[in-house]
């Protein structure tokens, strides 16, 4: 599965961004896709999960409410909406795939896209 992210950029705190995933090299029906995010000299670590086919959704804590997974089956395409954003969630955010339901761990997740730069000025 190969996965390229869009959708980064510099947004003041309490606006919106949207970032997009675009999934290739194989159907997806028996996948998890999710969003991680690493912010300088942190761990990665989960923020948001949707199994492919039937869509049921997992969150972070700390994101629940604020952002919202989604996927386009026609675009093999996984979205996250992220509103109310907080300078805390400045991070690199990376789109992954796996096979375990309600996986939390980046050691779960056997394929990775190259991340897109989330920045949120205060």
């Known amino acids: 599965v190969q996965l390229a992210e869009s959708g980064g950029g510099l947004v003041q705190a309490g606006g919106s961004l949207r970032l997009s995933c675009a999934a290739s090299?194989?159907?997806?029906?028996?996948?998890?896709l999710a969003w991680f995010r690493q912010a300088p000299g942190k761990e990665r670590e989960f923020v948001a999960g949707?199994?492919?086919?039937?869509?049921?959704?997992w969150y972070a804590d700390s994101v629940k409410g604020r952002f919202a997974i989604s996927r386009d089956v026609v675009k093999n395409t996984v979205y996250l909406q992220m509103n109310s954003l907080k300078p805390e969630d400045t991070a690199i955010y990376y789109c992954?795939?796996?096979?375990?339901?309600?996986?939390?761990?980046?050691?779960?997740?056997?394929?990775w896209g190259q991340g897109t730069q989330i920045t949120v000025s205060s």
């Open positions: 090299g194989r159907a997806l029906g028996s996948y998890v």
């Open positions: 949707i199994r492919w086919n039937n869509g049921r959704t």
């Open positions: 992954a795939a796996g096979i375990q339901g309600g996986a939390l761990r980046p050691n779960e997740y056997a394929y």
